[in-house]
């Protein structure tokens, strides 16, 4: 009598990305967007109203801190109006930063249970940081009436540094989200991060006061941080001025370098990922 024998072997070389997963579980992907969006404002006093109160803070302090205090000189452009454009996509990343760590954490349950990509998780995190994403832009429109500042036609170039955005975002939760599952260190070290690369990041200050400053080597360095060069491009596109920094380039290399790592990287843990949660 013959015996049927199911032999289960672990994938070795390069793991597949197999993308096309991501469009069949579109659905479960936009639950989960909603479901961390209610749960983002939920039992909370005033609500959806915490997403205009945080960037208007941070705007109010970077005014008082670089425009006021240290007198940062940003020509004929007014120093909230030059803040708001360097927040806009630092907002957006730093949601991501913030929350992508503990998806997968926050998500044992379901993963032990059933199977779908679990590189929906991370993305569905970003989705709603897209909401602070839109009010920045709020914010910047209200700055240009008020300040009757008309945006420069370099404008056009914009979606193209929205998209860089929202890979460098996609990027740092691909990677904090699966390093997070091995090394729960990372939890600790992310608050740090979002902190240090506020300042790290020339939202507050031109980059020309880093590069002017610094040794080439310690520019090369600083402009390893992916959004010194998005934050550069998103000013260019809004308010004109010389093209983005040489150094910027180092940023967008950087970006697509550790996307596309961090893909191959998050669909190795994934395999071990139910076990290791």
């Keep these: 009598m013959s015996e049927n024998?199911?032999?289960i072997q672990s994938s070795k070389g390069i793991p597949k990305l197999e993308l096309k997963e991501l469009i069949q579980y579109k659905d479960l992907f936009l639950l989960l967007a909603y479901r961390d969006y209610r749960v983002r404002y939920a039992q909370t006093f005033l609500g959806f109203f915490w997403a205009f109160i945080q960037p208007f803070a941070t705007l109010l302090i970077f005014t008082i801190v670089f425009g006021k205090a240290a007198n940062i000189d940003t020509g004929n452009i007014?120093?909230?109006?030059?803040?708001i454009c360097g927040m806009a996509g630092w907002t957006f990343f730093a949601f991501v930063l913030s929350n992508s760590g503990n998806s997968i954490v926050g998500a044992q349950q379901m993963i032990q249970k059933i199977y779908f990509p679990k590189l929906i998780i991370p993305m569905a995190k970003a989705i709603v940081g897209f909401v602070d994403f839109g009010i920045a832009?709020?914010?910047?429109?209200?700055?240009?009436?008020y300040y009757q500042f008309i945006p420069s036609s370099n404008i056009i170039f914009l979606p193209?540094?929205?998209?860089?955005?929202?890979?460098?975002?996609?990027?740092?939760?691909i990677w904090l989200s699966a390093l997070t599952i091995r090394f729960r260190d990372f939890?600790?070290?992310v608050p740090f991060l979002v902190q240090f690369g506020l300042y790290a990041t020339p939202?507050?200050?031109?980059?020309?006061?880093?590069?002017?400053?610094?040794p080439k080597w310690a520019s090369i360095i600083y402009f390893l941080n992916p959004m010194a060069g998005v934050v550069e491009g998103f000013r260019w596109s809004i308010l004109g001025g010389d093209s983005p920094n040489e150094y910027s380039y180092i940023s967008f290399g950087m970006i697509i370098i550790l996307f596309t790592i961090g893909l191959f990287y998050f669909k190795k843990v994934e395999e071990i990922m139910a076990d290791i949660v």
């Design 5 to 7: 024998k199911i032999i």
């Design 78 to 83: 007014p120093y909230p109006l030059f803040a």
């Design 137 to 145: 832009f709020i914010f910047i429109i209200i700055i240009c009436i």
């Design 160 to 173: 193209i540094f929205i998209i860089i955005t929202i890979f460098a975002a996609l990027t740092v939760g």
């Design 187 to 189: 939890q600790h070290v």
């Design 203 to 214: 939202i507050g200050y031109p980059a020309e006061l880093v590069t002017n400053t610094l």
